[in-house]
C-alpha cells in the first residue's frame, strides 16, 4: 500500500500551528475527548461518539483514555498541478469548516510524511507502547469484528471511523497509556510531547493562502 507524501494539521489559532513547526509539538487529548465534543458540540465533525468503537451498534469501546493526535494524510494521487505547474491539494470546505471556526484565526501546517514518522519512538512516548498509520472507514456491525477488536491489544479500534469522515483522509497516532483525570476540572488530561524544530522543513500556511475554486479551496504544496 502506497504511503502518504504529507501530513497537514489544522488549528484553530496560528499560535498553536507555530509551536508545531518551531518544536514539533504535539497536544495530544483523550479519545474521550472527541465522543463528549460530539455530544457537547453536534455540528462540529471534530467530534465522534464512536471513538474506539468495537461495534457501531452495540456500544462497546475500548482505549478511549488513550491520548490521540489526527491529521489529515496526502496522498499522491491527491496532488494536482495548475497551469503554472505548481503542485496543490483540494481541501473540501466541510472540512475546513470543521476546523476554522474562525478562518482569520487558523492555520495549517504541512510536514513530509516521511520526516515527521522518522521523530516518532518509544522514547518521545516516554516509553509506552505507541501506534500510527491511517485511518480506515466502515462500519464495525459484526459480532465476529466486536469479538476481535475487543481483544485486540494493537489500539485497532482507534483506526476505525465511520464512512461520513472519510473526507477528513485521517492519519492519527495512538499512545497505549491511560491519561489520569485532573482533579480540579474532573477531565482527562492530555499528553504533551515534542518532536523537535520542523522550521527547516515544515509549511505554515494561513486562512489567506486557501484559494477558492470548484471543488472547494486549493492549498498549494509550494
Known amino acids: 500500500m502506497d504511503e502518504p507524501l504529507y501530513l497537514i494539521k489544522f488549528f484553530s489559532e496560528v499560535q498553536f500551528a507555530q509551536k508545531l513547526v518551531d518544536c514539533g509539538e504535539l497536544y495530544m487529548r483523550p479519545a474521550e475527548y472527541y465522543i463528549q ?10 467530534g465522534d461518539k464512536f471513538e474506539g468503537a468495537c461495534s457501531h451498534r452495540v456500544g462497546i469501546a475500548k482505549g478511549v483514555n488513550h491520548p490521540i ?14 497551469a503554472t505547474g505548481r503542485p496543490f491539494v483540494n481541501i ?10 474562525c478562518p482569520e484565526d487558523g492555520a495549517a501546517v504541512i510536514i513530509p510524511y516521511q520526516e515527521f514518522i522518522s521523530r516518532l519512538n ?3 512516548f516516554s516509553g509506552s507502547a505507541y501506534a500510527f498509520g491511517s485511518v480506515r472507514y466502515g462500519y464495525i456491525n459484526s459480532l465476529e469484528a ?12 482507534l483506526f476505525i471511523k ?19 483525570i485532573t482533579p480540579k476540572e474532573m477531565k482527562r488530561s492530555h499528553l504533551l510531547v515534542q518532536l523537535g524544530d520542523f522550521s527547516h522543513v515544515a509549511q505554515l500556511k494561513y486562512y489567506r493562502h486557501f484559494v477558492p475554486d470548484d471543488e472547494g479551496y486549493r492549498l498549494y504544496l509550494s
Not at 466486536?146 to 479500534?157: C, E, G, N, P, T
Not at 461520513?164 to 497516532?173: G, L, M, N
Open 37 to 46: 465534543l460530539e455530544y457537547n458540540s453536534p455540528k462540529s465533525k471534530q
Open 69 to 82: 493526535y489526527c491529521m489529515m494524510q496526502i496522498m499522491s494521487g491527491d496532488i494536482k498541478k495548475d
Open 92 to 101: 473540501s470546505s466541510s472540512l475546513l469548516k470543521d476546523f476554522f471556526p
Open 122 to 124: 518509544h522514547s518521545v
Open 146 to 157: 466486536l469479538k476481535y477488536l475487543f481483544q485486540d491489544s494493537s489500539m485497532a479500534s
Open 162 to 180: 465511520r464512512p461520513e469522515f472519510s473526507y477528513q483522509q485521517e492519519f492519527r497516532i495512538c499512545v497505549s497509556q491511560d491519561l489520569p
